[in-house]
């Protein structure tokens, strides 16, 4: 189906998240994520959003999840 779906969070934790892995220097993880079309232009952009920033769990996420599969008869 056409439409636009995204991963939503604060920029800190996409920060902090990225670094984590270890792949990449901080400040690295930091430029790209600066060069990335902003939180609010991705938002507005997105038909469907699941926010996963800082403090959502995985039995959030599960919900969130499961409400989309309901919307697309998943």
Do not use: K
């Amino acid at each position: 189906a056409g439409g636009v779906r995204g991963i939503g969070g604060d920029g800190a934790t996409q920060i902090d998240r990225v670094a984590a892995r270890g792949a990449l220097p901080r400040d690295q993880v930091e430029q790209i994520v600066a060069a990335q079309a902003s939180r609010a232009q991705r938002l507005a952009a997105a038909d469907l959003v699941i926010f996963n920033g800082a403090g959502v769990t995985q039995d959030a996420l599960r919900a969130q999840a499961a409400r989309l599969a309901q919307t697309f008869g998943l």
